[in-house]
């Protein structure tokens, strides 16, 4: 099994970073708790993944899905039907 990371580059990270934030929001969580619920020492990483200023591994990008309770696949097909 290869060990080579793979990063996300989305077409439009501002707009895969608002909808983190809008499902962390309704969550009722703050950034800081989200943060240390992963385990992550920092909660720049996500402040700047919710602005759409980084890309990502796609194992973060997992793992804060999973943490939202929400799919990657979520991220793109919000508002199609």
Known sequence: MSTARINVHLANPARIGALLRAARELRGESLPALAHRMSMRS???LA???CGHVSMRIETLAAICS???ITIADLFTEGRS
């Open 43 to 45: 909660t720049g990483h």
């Open 67 to 69: 943490a939202l309770d």
């Open 48 to 50: 700047r993944v919710e």
